[in-house]
């Protein structure tokens, strides 16, 4: 059996480690978490037939006990989780999808852009006289976090809260008291979730349809009633995955992609230069470094042949985007950076039904994050170190923990526009 490319020792750069796995084939079985074993699928083509397969189930109930062996669930004892969009198979995720496509419409996401355009741009003006910040604070999660929040009617007041919460779902299982830490925190956050949807509930218009209700969640509570095919605790489920998703996933990437093009100056001048790339850049920047390196673990509910290996039934699945987005068969030179790269479909969303629901709206906040950061913040550069920025261990995501940098303040009251 290999070792994990997830070790700690490859939290800086995974991809080094999963290149010298994929030169034995694009399926490997690994030592998985808490040393139980797991097949990773790590070849573009056969991840991609991975995330179509429906014999590798997101649903834990397929495997409680490995789950739970593995630290792979957050649960109170006797609990039986409800299904999410996450960690739930057809008809279950047939069902939620529906529901989350009448409320997380394409036209309620577009309609936030000049919202998104000026909080980056209040966020943008409390550090731009400081010469310093550390922009994952600053921007990569303020920015998502207002978004999201705003669009399903929470409180900003609650923020900084989610944050605490959604940090410490993701404690490492090897972390001390780690199972206590996660449940802790998952308790609190849905405990205040089904008092929001008790007060959104009081005051929701029973006669307004799709984007005429306030706010996304108010659309969520009305589908749901409407159809009376959501329990309650499927409800929260999903109010979790929202807020999660809706700020966790853009926050890692917007502050993955300033740090790879503060790690490749070329790139980054080429931006300044012709900004009308940024959008294109956005793509290459979500293939190169993308916030979600591994998809949801899946378990195997039938013996599978994929990569010439076979995958026995009730084995663990680690079905790897990151490495997916680097493969040589797949993308010429693919651990470059080349913001001008011709459009290739990365899977950093994912593939298949559990594309994220929510790319749309964080290619839009990626956009205009990139945007700002070259017009408000020149001479940007980072103020530590390339190799001494830490990386946070955050299950399935890359995440920095932090993002320390230092831009020239003065620059900046001309306030040059960028197009």
């Not at 790319?359 to 205009?368: C, F, K, P, S, T």
């Not at 945007?371 to 299950?395: K, T």
Request: proline residues 8%.
């Amino acid at each position: 059996m290999r070792p994990s490319p997830f070790a700690p020792e490859h939290l800086q750069d995974p991809y080094a480690a999963l290149a010298a796995l994929r030169d034995d084939g694009p399926v490997q079985r690994v030592e998985g978490p808490q040393g139980i074993p797991t097949f990773i699928v790590i070849g573009y083509h056969e991840v991609v037939a991975a995330l179509r397969d429906g014999r590798f189930s997101t649903d834990p109930h397929h495997a409680h006990e490995l789950f739970r062996r593995a630290g792979l669930v957050i649960e109170s004892e006797g609990e039986d989780p409800p299904p999410s969009l996450l960690t739930s198979d057809p008809p279950d995720h047939t069902r939620l999808r529906k529901l989350v496509a009448r409320a997380f419409t394409p036209r309620r996401a577009e309609a936030l852009r000049g919202e998104i355009e000026d909080i980056a741009e209040e966020l943008l003006d409390t550090i731009a006289d400081t010469g310093h910040a550390d922009l994952v604070d600053a921007l990569a999660f303020a920015l998502p976090v207002t978004v999201i929040t705003r669009l399903l009617g929470i409180p900003s007041a609650d923020r900084d809260a989610f944050r605490r919460w959604t940090v410490g779902m993701q404690t490492p299982s090897t972390a001390p008291d780690a199972a206590e830490r996660k449940l802790a925190s998952k308790e609190a956050l849905h405990a205040y979730l089904r008092s929001f949807v008790a007060h959104k509930r009081a005051t929701l218009d029973v006669h307004a349809e799709g984007d005429a209700h306030p706010d996304l969640a108010s659309a969520l509570i009305a589908a749901a009633d409407e159809q009376h095919e959501l329990t309650e605790p499927e409800l929260v489920a999903l109010l979790e995955e929202l807020l999660i998703g809706g700020y966790e996933t853009a926050a890692n990437f917007i502050a993955n992609a300033i740090f790879a093009l503060l790690t490749h100056p070329d790139q980054l001048e080429l931006l300044r230069r012709e900004p009308e790339r940024v959008a294109d850049a956005v793509e290459e920047l979500l293939r190169y470094d993308g916030s979600v390196l591994r998809a949801v673990p899946r378990v195997a509910v039938e013996d599978v042949e994929l990569g010439g290996t076979t995958i026995p039934r009730g084995s663990l699945v680690t079905i790897v985007l990151g490495a997916a987005n680097r493969d040589p068969e797949m993308f010429d030179q693919p651990d470059d950076l080349c913001v001008g790269r011709p459009h290739a479909k990365h899977l950093a969303f994912g593939h298949g039904i559990h594309f994220c629901p929510g790319a749309g709206l964080a290619r839009v906040e990626a956009e205009i994050a990139l945007r700002a950061v070259l017009q408000r913040l020149p001479g940007l550069r980072l103020d530590a170190p390339a190799e001494a920025i830490r990386w946070r261990p955050a299950g399935v995501m890359r995440a920095l923990a932090s993002l320390p940098v230092r831009f020239d303040p003065a620059l900046d009251r001309a306030h040059s526009t960028v197009a």
